[in-house]
């Protein structure tokens, strides 16, 4: 079992907003984050994948199908986008940076299975400072 | 004559459409960064500051000094904001990394020259691969 | 069960010292980290936590939170400080990196707790090159 | 149990290309990465020791040893090399990012066991976007 | 005059060699570098060009233009190729970062030139530590 | 004319202290940086050179030659010391970065020019936020 990693980035605003509450309190939770017209982050995704390496090739999975599913499947779908209007997968939910995380297990968890590895992590720095990982439970 | 630096950071929401053009004319000249809906990115502020060596303190101008200068007079002003909607300083400008470098440095040209120093150069990273660099001419 | 981390940075100076070693037998163990004179780094610190989304914010625990607990709890007693003479919970102690993150985890754990997440791992990285994590067994 | 990490770095040319498929099966399969003339990485060796703290030193292991251990059985039989070519543990081998990660463990873990401590990880960045982590199973 | 910088990277192979000295005298002044097998890099290429902001864009130029023109006339040239053998435009040149990089210069000055701007520097990091700038005189 | 660069990093102690002041307008002038038990920095130093490209080699200098000049001249004196204490040519100085910096250069400066180039650029970054840069005039 080894495992192996491939980072894409992509750029979108959001808010944190909860809509069952008062502007003061979702001001006071939320803060900055809470701004009515948005702000936004470039984000950088780390998609780590495990498996047993193939005998032909060396690999777990060929990095570049797992580029490529992470690029059509999620980048697309987030890149230059509003999280909170734009993006049909975030629909409804909060887009914090855990909730994005999660929403992107789940629509890669089935891509990366159907090549014969397993999802392991999907792991979202919003800043410099501040990250997510998520190991699907 | 020697150059001090000091990095902020800050994250906002913007995109980048001329009122004047057609909905087409955005979109084939900036793309995704006409969506309508915003998208957003951390921006670096690198801030560079010349002048020469103060016989008592060994510095061209306090670095502590110019963290303040630079977060109350920028950063407070475009940290979690939408630079097309939020910002005094950019109403009715395009929202470009060039033009918003050189807004910041109308502002923190005259309040370095108060410290006895000159500002240098504005640099703005939009993303890890790109960035502008301003120097007041 | 999702993580969530945030990075702060201190600058310190310390010593590695044996003071029931010889001179030599320190120099010879430590190296230049015996230096009796104190060298220093820049340190950063990575705290992860863990803990269930609250449905009410879509966070696990609120991260400007526990950016104060760290600033309050941890920053404020080693930034810019001597870790041999300044820093109460390190009196007695090696001020290596490893004893360095152990403290860290006996101040930041309850305080996690409070907010209802759990502390996952103290991670600190001393240099480019040299880094320690500790998950508190 | 603690855990320490030093990170090396060497530069070496390679080619993925498995000798019992055609010339066109290679491109198919690998792409670029099957030039018969060799591209190249720099690529950042991560290893993670773990261990108790040795009470008189405060360290699981000395970074310093660590170092040596790494740079004189890895980093001088790798860097400036052809890591199809000049290698001799990876003769034969297809030099994947994933196949030179478990080659280096075999090599480190018994040294890292000498030194009372068990290595954890081997951890090979190959790009700024692709990384491997192996954990010895 | 506003300065923008794109940032891409290629990886290749090279080697260097004088095939007018001894392999004794290439192994003296190249040491490692002079692996008749090739070692290799990852390249990061950073652009700079300059010009007067374009008053219906904000840009100085479409940094998404850039960002083509150097993939298309530079990193498709270069990445994952050998630049001793498969680079046309380093035929029979010193495969130094520094002649790299003027050549380079050469190809994207006239290019940058058409789209109204001017090309200001050429950077290339060669390894963590190691860059070349070159001005263009 | 082309501009090498060469990066080597050190971890050292300081204090910024003026012996003619009070401790009182020590503390209101250097704040936390005038602890007298002394803090500390992983710095960066940043060395450019300039020069023509050498026909026999298409170096502007070896980078390896400069390696060992900085190492040899600055790193050694430096490394895992007290700036304050223990480096004798910034005995009786402030230990501030920029004249750090200034004083590398005085080292630096005739060294490169035995090697038939121009030292151009002395860069210290002392952290993740605040760098220095002298051009020698």
Known sequence: ?????????????????????????????????????????NFTLTVTVKGNINPDTGFVMNLVDLKHIIKENVIEQVDHRNLNIDVPFMKGKFTSTEVLAME??????????????????????????????????
Not at 106 to 134: F, M
């Open 1 to 41: 079992m080894i495992y192996i990693q491939r980072k894409e980035r992509f750029s979108a605003a959001h808010q944190l907003y909860n809509p069952n509450w008062s502007e003061d309190k979702n001001n006071e939770v939320f803060g900055m984050c809470a701004n009515r017209n948005f702000h936004g982050h």
């Open 104 to 137: 992107i297990w789940k629509i890669l968890q089935p891509l990366v299975a159907e090549h014969g590895a397993q999802l392991h992590c999907v792991r979202l720095d919003e800043t410099l400072n501040n990250s997510v990982e998520y190991f699907g439970d």
